[in-house]
């Protein structure tokens, strides 16, 4: 009896000791869910990257968003919380808002959408009424989902209209967006883009806002990166409104992020949290913050400059193999090449890229006669490629893959002989060393 009271005592003594490493052992090990972890690890440093909206983040941005602030509930906002023990937490939210602030010249700064549809939800529920009239650029032309497509819910609850780009330049159309903004009288205008290649006048969009009496949203979802580094004009002072996703070019964590004038701070926060969202992933607030450091040392401007080189640099080599480029060219890291005078299909060339070893999206072309399922395009960007050191030199290699892979889009033997060349490419360049 005596010695069972003692064994018990031992391993009582025992597991306060060693509390956390017994707790861990009581969890399952998931091979599954880590072998797949690990063969995307493997796929990201086997294949070309041009999908324009994607980035590599850094070791610190990963290690802040697999921290244990993934454990704490804090809804509302610093000082505000509507749990306790957040004292630590209200520190890093404050800390990511001071740096956003800074890095974007905004008067107020909201770091706590999960995404960029939730950015967009809360910045219109913040400045719009149900049936309110909203002027977006339409998807199909190089706009977003949430900038009133009619399957979204920006679509749905507000009445919409949509401008386009200009039939033949392809460039935003100023005189048709006044025109239209002049007709409809809208409440809200949305400048920004998923797949628009050049430089966004800002200003001029706030003149015709200013004209109609409507709001400016700017969703700088892609450029972002490029505006905190000054390569593409501020939307500010010239939007009342900015959102965007912090995983694109500003190469941090998934999320997003919301940038107001301070008349509209009060809004856009109750906007945020009660209105569209609860619990904020402060582990992930954490990681913005974390980017947005990096963000603003002055190396980020020389990554940007690169990424810009390089985008112009793989256009370049595409048009002289016979591409068409949508709008002539680029300004910025992504542009979107037309496929139809070598007679394939955006979705045929994804496929074949993808067997070549090189991933990238389909996209429409302005008015794509093809259904945006298969799209007459395909859009590149180089955000990816420049974070892994790729320079000038190696746009030319990639163009000559891309080329090769199109042109024998049905020669298996031939796409797996470039996937070979991709990954000794690849090899030189790893992303996490
Ligand atoms: N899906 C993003 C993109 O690829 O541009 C936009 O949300």
């Not at 299909?345 to 429409?364: N, V, Y």
């Not at 298996?412 to 002989?417: I, R, S, T, V, Y």
Request: hydrophobic residues 40%; proline residues 4%.
């Amino acid at each position: 009896m005596k010695r069972r009271i003692m064994l018990a005592m031992v391993i009582a003594v025992s597991s306060c000791a060693t509390g956390t490493q017994l707790a861990r052992n009581t969890v399952p090990q998931d091979s599954a869910i880590f072998d797949l972890i690990d063969r995307e690890q493997h796929r990201q440093e086997h294949t070309i990257n041009l999908i324009a909206s994607e980035n590599y983040t850094s070791k610190e941005v990963m290690r802040a968003s697999a921290s244990p602030l993934t454990n704490k509930y804090a809804e509302g906002y610093a000082g505000k919380r509507y749990y306790a023990g957040c004292e630590v937490i209200d520190d890093v939210e404050r800390i990511a808002i001071a740096r956003c602030k800074e890095l974007f010249n905004a008067e107020h700064a909201n770091v706590q959408p999960h995404a960029g549809s939730q950015a967009n939800m809360a910045a219109y529920f913040a400045v719009l009424k149900p049936g309110d009239t909203i002027l977006g650029m339409s998807l199909a032309e190089g706009g977003h989902l949430t900038h009133g497509h009619p399957v979204n819910f920006s679509g749905s609850i507000y009445n919409v209209v949509q401008y386009k780009v200009h039939p033949e330049t392809h460039l935003l159309d100023f005189d048709e967006i006044e025109k239209l903004a002049l007709e409809h009288k809208p409440k809200l205008i949305v400048c920004g883009a998923s797949a628009y290649s050049r430089t966004i006048d800002f200003a001029r969009f706030a003149a015709i806002a200013k004209k109609v009496g409507a709001l400016l949203m700017a969703d700088i979802a892609h450029i972002a990166g490029l505006v905190a580094a000054g390569l593409h004009p501020s939307p500010f002072p010239h939007a009342d409104i900015a959102t965007s996703t912090t995983h694109k070019t500003l190469r941090g964590p998934r999320g997003a992020i919301i940038l107001c004038k301070k008349e509209l701070a009060a809004a856009v926060d109750k906007a945020v949290m009660p209105g569209t969202q609860g619990g904020p992933f402060m582990n992930v607030i954490a990681a913005k913050a974390v980017a947005f450091h990096e963000a603003l040392d002055s190396s980020f401007i020389r990554y940007q400059e690169q990424v810009i080189m390089n985008a112009k640099a793989l256009a370049k080599n595409l048009q002289d193999k016979g591409y068409d480029i949508v709008a002539g060219g680029t300004d910025n890291h992504l542009f979107i090449v037309d496929l139809r005078s070598k007679k394939v299909s955006g979705r045929a060339t994804e496929l074949a890229l993808q067997k070549a070893g090189i991933t990238c999206s389909r996209s429409c072309i302005p008015f794509d006669p093809a259904k945006p399922w298969i799209t007459s395009g395909v859009r590149f960007g180089t955000p990816g490629l420049t974070t892994r050191g790729m320079g000038v030199a190696q746009m030319a290699q990639v163009a000559d893959f891309v080329d090769r892979a199109i042109m024998q889009h049905a020669d298996e033997d031939a796409l797996n002989a470039i996937k070979q060349e991709v990954e000794t490419l690849c090899a030189q360049f790893p992303i996490y060393k």
